[in-house]
């Protein structure tokens, strides 16, 4: 569990605060196997008698004072009896995890039999009312998953356009059964799944069918334009309607899996490979409202194609919760899908939305079995609990809140690179109190479920029939910390990080785009650096001629006196530059925003950081790095004088040989070099397949790697028009900060 604070030293009190001009917050990795230091938890046994705090419920910790008979809760002071079965246990704190470490992950019983529910389920569900070269790659993908699932998965395959097809591949040949779907969009199946095809026969396990599944997957073909033509109606305005009934098929999915939740399976993932918009039965979505009609009716559309159409994949989405179903959407196409509408399905499943706008170059395979391959937590319960001075204020992620009770989210699935934050706000005006002494306490508990194969279970557990068997186990991980407090401006301005802030910025800004439009997006970022610049000049004494003077040549605009800074108006810079808030007009695709929208809110801040403001690096040969760090700019390029250079954008991997690269060079780097061996450690940490682009000056096109270097680009669009890039945007800070402090 890795946490980080947007600074380590909180504000004293809500005025200290308000004049930092910061963020205040945390991000949260629940289910990172260490923390931020690169520390692993104290594992133990018996989380279920761990005591707890009789007033706030916190869990007792290394921080408690602990008596004879009683502990003091460290998070609200409160003085707590110990049991005598917990006297007993602390009469030796060396054999217990929550005397030794502050960072425990503790077994929990398991309630019930689990031995059924310990078999993870797999569904495919795919997109028939599509291209060859569609569902060629999702072949693929699928293939490259089945060498993903452990053995003991069960998979189904399902497809769906105007019907959806249930596959059983447990005979000598596959076998489909079809449902057709109404064209109603509100209208239910004619028959149940199961009555199609009992669940048994649908969910094959993998290590005993897998060459059928490979077989049933050659079948797939695309629906014809006879079928589609045939099962089309005439939809609203007599627009002749397609065959993709994505929402009766997911709709129906759920329901058939969530009759065995709890028998059969403790989880199901299903895998929804989407190429174009829901336009048949339930879920129908309107794809006429992406086009040339907002300028004629006045309508600004970066606000009107950033909400979801209609709730119908929302409340979806509390089904496939209710049905122990996570879901990821993997869509492939170029043409307008309204992710905006579909994402909830996976975000509030605790699932992920990928989008690939071309099969020629997608990574689909090697995402999919990436995201098999690694481990994941499900029924995960999240619950962050502060010390009395303060609490959270929003939370941010792909989760959804408990309905009864407050800061506790609820997370489907769960993998170690999931991120979630949290920003804070004082319970009262009078904050940490130098007298008291007081320091802030956070403790954040995660409590969730692993799937354990055979293999890993404990010699005492391996019984000859457990050894076949895959096993559940329950944890509660948690994660209690102490932080100092900021009782002078500078000290909160020393202790900040960069990368934290950044993330925090990212939500918030996600937040208003959504709910106001992506210029008030913009608006908000652009204000919080004029502002914060204006806070750090006051704090600082920089602004020497005091209020209301037109000297420009006070203010401190790059944060010179505070290293910890520095490298924010970089950041904003990037950010406003980012397709994540560059407008309608400007050629960003609404779904490429969504899309970004949903990897940008989950990923953990050093990710972020690449992805808003990629790394830079270079060398002098394959074997011999040059610089480990260069700005965004065409003059770096110049200045440096090195031949080879490395671009890091998180999704994208560009190596770049310049015009001044000596022909002797190999290209591209072989691959016994320290330039691979770096880019094959990138692409190993990565939780998606970054694409790998190899171009030489003067004889690949470089527009892909050009187009990084964003210094000397200029911000366009919502007035924030400069014409030297990240100089001039500067000058219009310094500008800004001047009529702040007028």
């Known amino acids: 569990m890795a946490v980080r604070a947007a600074a380590s030293r909180f504000p004293s009190d809500p005025d200290a605060l308000e004049v930092s001009g910061l963020p205040w917050g945390v991000t949260v990795t629940p289910f990172a196997t260490k923390d931020e230091n690169g520390i692993s938890p104290v594992y133990g046994s018996d989380g279920h008698l761990l005591p707890r705090c009789e ?3 916190a869990y007792y910790n290394t921080y408690c004072e602990q008596e004879q008979w009683a502990w003091t809760c460290a998070l609200c002071g409160t003085l707590n009896g110990l049991s005598s079965q917990s006297i007993a246990r602390y009469s030796l704190p060396d054999s217990c995890p929550e005397n030794m470490s ?55 395959l399902a497809t769906f356009s105007h019907k959806i097809g249930l596959y059983d591949v447990q005979g000598p040949i596959p076998v489909v059964k079809n449902v057709f779907i109404p064209p109603e969009s509100d209208g239910t199946l004619p028959m149940e799944l199961e009555d199609v095809m009992p669940l048994s026969s649908f969910l094959a396990p993998v ?71 829901p336009d048949y039965g339930a879920g129908q979505l309107d794809t006429r409202r992406y086009g040339e009609q907002y300028a004629s009716k006045g309508e600004d559309a970066d606000c009107a194609l950033l909400p979801e159409q209609t709730p119908f994949y929302k409340d979806l989405a509390a089904v496939a ?20 509408s579909l994402k909830f399905l996976s975000i509030e499943s605790g699932g992920s939305l990928a989008l690939y706008t071309s099969t020629d170059d997608s990574t689909l395979p090697q995402d999919i079995y990436r995201m098999l391959s690694r481990p994941y937590a499900f029924n995960c319960v999240l619950r962050l609990r502060t010390s009395s ?94 932080f100092g407090v900021a009782f002078e401006i500078n000290e909160s ?33 652009h204000d919080w650096l004029v502002i914060l610049t204006a806070q750090y000049n006051e704090a600082c004494k920089l602004s020497e001629s005091g209020r209301g003077t037109s000297n420009m040549a006070h203010i401190d605009v790059s944060f010179s006196q505070c290293p910890q800074l520095q490298h924010l108006p970089r950041l904003v810079f990037a950010l ?107 692409k190993q940490e990565r939780c998606i397949t970054p694409k790998l682009i190899f171009m030489r000056a003067g004889q690949d096109d470089a527009t892909p790697f050009e187009n990084f270097l964003i210094e000397e680009q200029d911000v366009e669009g919502n007035g924030f028009t400069s014409i030297m890039g990240f100089v001039s945007f500067l000058e219009e800070i310094h500008q800004g900060v001047l009529e702040y402090m007028k």
């Open 576 to 682: 406003l530059r980012n397709p994540l808030l560059r407008l309608h007009e400007e050629g960003v695709h609404p779904d490429y925003r969504i899309y970004l929208q949903c990897l940008f809110s989950a990923l953990e801040p050093s990710s972020l950081h690449l992805a808003i403001y990629p790394l830079l690096s270079s060398f002098a040969s394959p074997d011999k790095q040059a610089y480990p760090r260069h700005s965004l700019s065409r003059a770096a390029l110049i200045t440096s004088g090195s031949p080879i250079f490395f671009l890091d954008a998180f999704t994208v991997l560009i190596v770049y040989y310049s015009s001044t690269a000596d022909p002797s060079l190999p290209f591209p780097p072989p691959q016994d070099c320290l330039l691979r061996t770096i880019i094959n450690k990138r």
């Open 389 to 482: 001075e303060y609490k959270p204020d929003h939370s941010y992620g792909h989760f959804f809140p408990d309905p009864q009770y407050e800061n506790v989210q609820h997370i489907i699935c769960c993998d170690a690179f999931a991120t979630y934050a949290y920003d804070f706000e004082f319970t009262n005006n009078s904050g940490f109190s130098r007298h008291t002494r007081a320091l802030p306490m956070l403790q954040v508990a995660f409590q969730y479920t692993v799937v354990v194969p055979p293999g890993e279970l404990a010699n005492s557990e391996s019984s000859l029939t457990s050894r076949k068997k895959h096993s559940l186990k329950r944890r509660l991980r948690i994660r209690t910390m102490q």
């Open 321 to 340: 919760v209710q049905s122990g179903v996570s879901v990821d959407i993997f869509a492939v196409t170029n043409e307008y899908t309204d992710l905006a």
């Open 207 to 277: 290590d005993t069918f897998k060459d059928c599944i490979a077989s049933a997957l050659e079948t797939l073909r695309p629906t014809t334009s006879w079928e589609r033509t045939s099962a089309a109606g005439q939809g609203l305005d007599g627009v002749l309607l397609g065959g993709r009934g994505f929402g009766s098929a997911m709709e129906a999915l759920f329901n058939y899996l969530g009759s065995e939740y709890g028998n059969t399976f403790a989880l199901a993932r299903v895998f929804a490979f989407i190429s174009g918009p």
């Open 102 to 156: 502050s960072f425990v992950d503790l077994e929990l019983p398991l309630e019930g039999s689990e031995e059924m529910q310990a078999r993870p389920v797999y569904v495919a569900a795919v997109d028939l009312a599509s291209s060859e070269e569609f569902l060629e790659l999702v072949k693929s993908a699928l293939l490259a998953a089945l060498e993903g699932l452990g053995p003991g998965s069960l998979f189904g």
């Open 55 to 57: 007033n706030c419920w």
């Open 493 to 525: 301005y020393d202790s900040v990080d960069s990368e934290v802030v950044l993330s925090l910025l990212v939500h918030k800004v996600i937040k208003s785009s959504l709910e106001e439009g992506i210029r008030e997006g913009r608006m908000l970022l």
